[in-house]
């Protein structure tokens, strides 16, 4: 009986750590506006999963906890960024207006009405940033923003709206990320358990109009993220 609870504590633990993660680095991260850019872009992919898979338990889990990350770091902001508050608030409602929402089939709306947010939301965020990213923030951004964009890719071949977004082609970001990755790697050894892990996902990504593996996509971040983290 004791080795069964000891089994469910540390199920539980993972879990929590799992989704705890953001907030762990946020501790040892300066720049609390890399935390919210993070924290946003989690919210952009996890509210697309949380579409896709018709609004099932893990996925609402996922968003959520993204959601609250995201709630936390804006909350350190100064009062001056009244744009970018505003336009939180507006993402933070629609998530919870949304978050019991009865699925039935493919929700065209619901993805149409996420995406402009998310569109409007980058537009502050890019215009609000003065200096360019470096190491492992750099990359992460990169690696949230591709999965965002994948999630809505998937989105728009079960019928959703999707996404058109202005920069390079997907492809060409995923690949960037393998080469960001391994010059980090040899500087810094330390990242090559997360460099194999983009290996191996590196190609489910690189098949997103295809919408073949979106639950293997979302665990293997899960796990990336977990790793980050732990850095």
Known sequence: MRQIVKKVIAVSFSISFMFLSLATRAESDIDSFVQFKIASLQVFSSFSS????QGDERNRTRLL???NQGDKAIS?????????????????EYVESY???????SDMSLEAGWSILQRELNEIINARETHKLKGIDDIQIKMESILSQYMAYANSTTGGYGVSYG???LEVQIMNIKEDL???VQAEPKYKPLLKKWGYI???????????????????????????ASY
């Open 76 to 92: 350190a902001f100064p009062d001056s960024e009244v744009n970018l508050k505003l336009k939180w608030q507006k993402i933070s």
């Open 202 to 228: 590196q190609g489910a990504l690189l098949a997103y109009n295809s919408n073949v593996a979106p639950f293997i996509v979302l665990h293997t971040y899960d796990g990336m993220r977990k790793m980050i």
């Open 65 to 67: 906890n993204a959601k």
């Open 99 to 105: 978050q019991n929402h009865d699925f039935d089939g």
């Open 50 to 53: 949380f579409i896709y898979f």
């Open 182 to 184: 391994t010059k980090l």
């Open 167 to 169: 920069n390079s082609p």
